[in-house]
């Protein structure tokens, strides 16, 4: 089983920048699609970005598009989600996610979560 742990999150003023973390204890680590999503109080889990297995190909919500690049380094195991001109909409809980089979999806389709890290932007 793939154990999913982010780090890197904190407290950005808007217009500052940040790069979160996901490290995965799974060897076999470049079988997974790879993604991250985010949940505000008292909001659904939505999705961020997205990598495939090889990190060739990215996919981005719109809301983050332009702002946010995700890549991958699979000899460290490792999901990375730089994220760019933060503003206060971007404050919520991140959440680093893997998939065997699904790139682009509902947060159901996910395999494995980690537990998150926290993100608040402050105006």
């Known amino acids: 089983q793939a154990q999913l742990v982010e780090s890197g999150g904190g407290l950005v003023q808007a217009g500052g920048s940040l790069r979160l973390s996901c490290a995965a204890s799974?060897?076999?680590?470049?079988?997974?699609?790879m993604a991250w999503f985010r949940q505000a109080p008292g909001k659904e889990r939505e999705f961020v970005a997205s990598?495939?297995?090889?990190?060739?190909?990215?996919y981005y919500a719109d809301s983050v598009k332009g702002r946010c690049t995700i890549s991958r380094d699979n000899a460290k195991s490792t999901v990375y989600l730089e994220m760019n001109r933060l503003n206060p909409e971007d404050t919520a809980a991140y959440y680093c996610?893997?998939?065997?089979?699904?790139?682009?999806?509902?947060?159901?389709?996910?395999?494995?979560w980690g537990k998150g890290t926290l993100v608040t932007v402050s105006s």
């Open positions: 799974e060897r076999t680590f470049s079988i997974y699609n």
């Open positions: 996610a893997a998939s065997r089979t699904v790139v682009f999806g509902k947060a159901s389709d996910m395999d494995y």
């Open positions: 990598i495939t297995r090889s990190g060739g190909t990215a």
